[in-house]
């Protein structure tokens, strides 16, 4: 991607351009140039172990790129210093693949961690908020609940209440649905829309491998394959697309390009 300048902050949540990184000799991310369009909701698709889950990594600023540029609104982040850096992370909100709870705490203590972390609120303000934002997420009667006492799409509810305390500005989820049943999936898919939804200046940026919850929230789907985004458009596009790699990937079939491995 020729970038003249920074990119437009209102237009680009986040842009990469030319971001290659490898591990060792793993060359994982290999001329990735991307724009997640703002107050959207954005999938990104592709094989296992192609390269998402790094690509959200180095979006938070967690892992540097060797080399090209990464862009959170008209910041590069390799230009910052260490404060604006920590800055950047708070405007981020994640949902982790696995809940990542701290097993210890109730879901109220779980979902109030970021606040007492990062701000100075009142306890009674926390409580508030805390209260709010599970009612969001449909989860206000498990308050007071430890998370071994949870089922998974309560988890992945109490993930998103914690991702979204500080009301992010950009809300990255690593396979926010897998290992939950096709009806729990669905719930979750309409939690990502509903909180996109009531948040219209927030970017929700998504990572799947699965085609009908894809089709089912994105505005614009990104895939990628090797390390760099080949195709992108919306779901409609990808519906009809004629392009052989992408049709055996949202087809889910054995024979086309990608072997098997
Ligand atoms: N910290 C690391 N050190 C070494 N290799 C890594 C590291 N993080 C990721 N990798 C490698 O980079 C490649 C891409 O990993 P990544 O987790 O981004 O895949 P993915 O597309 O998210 O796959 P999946 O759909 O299975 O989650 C993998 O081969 C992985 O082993
Ligand atoms: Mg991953």
């Known amino acids: 991607m020729d970038l003249t300048g ?3 902050p209102d237009a680009w949540a986040l842009t990469f351009s030319g971001v290659h990184k490898r591990f060792g000799k793993h060359h994982v991310l290999r001329g990735l140039d991307m724009q997640i369009p703002r107050g959207k909701i954005t999938v990104i698709i592709g094989r296992s172990g192609t390269g998402k889950s790094v690509t959200l990594k180095h979006a938070m600023g967690l892992v540097p790129p060797d080399e090209g540029q990464i862009w959170v609104g008209d910041r590069e982040l390799g230009r910052m210093g260490s404060a604006e850096k920590r800055a950047i992370r708070l405007r981020f909100g994640m949902v982790f ?7 210890s705490m109730s879901v109220f203590e779980n ?7 990062h701000t100075k609120l009142s306890d009674a303000d926390v409580r508030t908020r805390v209260e709010s934002v599970l009612g969001d997420v449909g ?5 007071d ?30 396979e926010p649905t897998t290992g939950l049943d096709p ?14 939804a009531r948040n219209p200046g927030m970017t929700s940026l998504v990572v799947s491998h699965d085609m009908q919850a894809t089709f089912r929230i994105a505005d614009h789907i990104l895939f990628m394959h090797e390390g760099k985004v080949i ?5 409609d596009a990808f519906r009809e697309t004629d392009d052989p790699l992408v049709r055996q990937f949202v087809e889910g079939r054995l024979d086309g390009p990608m072997a098997v491995e």
């Open 6 to 8: 920074p990119p437009d």
């Open 97 to 103: 693949q696995h809940a990542a709870l701290f097993d």
């Open 111 to 117: 979902v109030a961690f970021p606040l007492h972390e």
């Open 139 to 143: 989860l206000l009667f498990a308050i």
């Open 145 to 174: 609940k430890q998370p071994d006492e949870l089922s998974g799409g309560m988890k992945k509810r109490a993930g998103l209440a914690r991702a979204l305390i500080h009301t992010p500005e950009i809300l990255l989820y690593d």
């Open 183 to 196: 009806i729990l999936t669905a719930a979750i898919d309409q939690l990502i829309v509903e909180t996109q």
């Open 231 to 235: 195709a992108q458009g919306g779901p």
